[in-house]
């Protein structure tokens, strides 16, 4: 299938029962796939991003975050971020950017730093009853691969990155690096 370099409008509803549009056409979009609800991985890099929301509105950049789990799941473990959270427990949206569910999303070693640090971060928030313990068995598994997408007003993709295990995916400031300067914005 070929992948998109273009998106096509659409209108998401979130977890917060809203409604978006992608593209926006006030704002670029940085689209990000994540695995499932309560994922140490994710939650750990979605609270990097969380803590540098004002650098990432001041680009004009909207965040919006897509989980291959329920909008109830996702209301239990992430429903605190500042961004926009979309629940697709069917994959749809995954199959259309061509972001894929593969063994090596755990395997690969280069995520394995990661894995424990998030996973010592979690076990804390979750024994000072901060946060929920992570699901054992989460909707639609464990081998999800990240992806993020920048998308233009235009609906162009001016960007993206298919991660290659758990823990690849744009940082803050890679994301940041990325953003065309506003005179040559489309």
């Known amino acids: 299938m070929p992948l ?79 961004f926009d959270l979309i629940a697709d427990p069917t994959r749809t949206l995954y199959r259309e950017f061509g972001i894929e569910a593969k063994p090596r999303a755990l395997v690969d070693p280069r995520a394995w730093p990661t894995i424990l640090r998030s996973v010592a971060t979690v076990s804390r928030a979750v024994r000072r009853k901060e946060k929920p313990a ?10 999800g691969l990240p992806g993020d997408f920048l998308i233009a007003p235009d609906g162009r993709v001016l960007a993206s990155k298919f991660g290659k295990h758990a823990d690849d995916q744009w940082s803050v400031d890679e994301l940041l690096a990325l953003v065309p300067a506003p005179e040559t914005r489309p």
């Open 134 to 143: 992570p699901p054992s068995n989460p909707e639609g598994g464990r081998l």
């Open 4 to 82: 998109p370099t273009t998106v096509p409008t659409r209108q998401l509803v979130t977890i917060a029962d809203s409604t978006i549009r992608i593209p926006d056409q006030d704002c670029l979009i940085h689209l990000q796939f994540r695995r499932f609800a309560g994922c140490p991985i994710c939650n750990l890099h979605l609270r990097s991003f969380a803590v540098r929301h004002a650098e990432i509105l001041a680009a004009d950049i909207r965040e919006v975050v897509v989980f291959h789990s329920s909008a109830a799941e996702l209301r239990k473990y992430e429903g605190d971020l500042p």
